[in-house]
């Protein structure tokens, strides 16, 4: 038997993160998931929720316009250099990841924070602009800066 080339294997010609894990029961204790360099350019929404144990999400250098939903229990995301807007972003995406304590969100084309962060947030790594007007927003919403 031929190892399935991209073309006669239909799941190989459109990868999604469960085509990347395997079967729905193999990826449900991973803490760690990388897909960084892998010219992603979007993420089904549906795919990242059933990796309930998942903690860390590392999307660097990626061409994502678009945040998928997130598992609640992320504590670490990185999406640094990828194309992500403000307006590819869910309403309060970070308010509900209650864990969330690292968010790197530097070299992106985002022109706002989106507000409110998560109240566990501990490291945020952004832009100049999006700095200026986050600490603006932090005091308007009398949040403090410290962990």
Do not use: Y
């Not at 892998?38 to 860390?56: E, G, K, T």
């Not at 924070?113 to 932090?138: G, I, Y």
Request: charged share 20%; with cysteine.
């Amino acid at each position: 038997m031929s190892p399935r080339t991209p073309s006669s294997n239909p799941m190989m010609t459109r990868p999604t993160v469960l085509g990347l894990l395997g079967s729905l029961t193999s990826h449900t204790k991973l803490k760690t998931i990388d897909l960084s360099s892998n010219f992603i350019s979007s993420i089904n929404d549906d795919s990242l929720p059933l990796v309930p144990a998942m903690q860390a999400l590392i999307l660097v250098e990626n061409q994502l316009v678009l945040l998928p939903t997130l598992s609640s229990g992320i504590e670490f995301l990185d999406t640094h250099l990828n194309l992500l807007q403000s307006s590819g972003i869910q309403p309060e995406p970070f308010w509900v990841l209650a864990k969330l304590k690292f968010l790197h969100l530097v070299d992106n084309q985002l022109d706002s924070m989106l507000r409110p962060l998560a109240p566990s947030l501990c490291f945020l790594r952004c832009r100049e602009v999006t700095l200026k007007r986050l600490f603006k927003d932090m005091r308007r919403w009398g949040l403090e800066t410290g962990c």
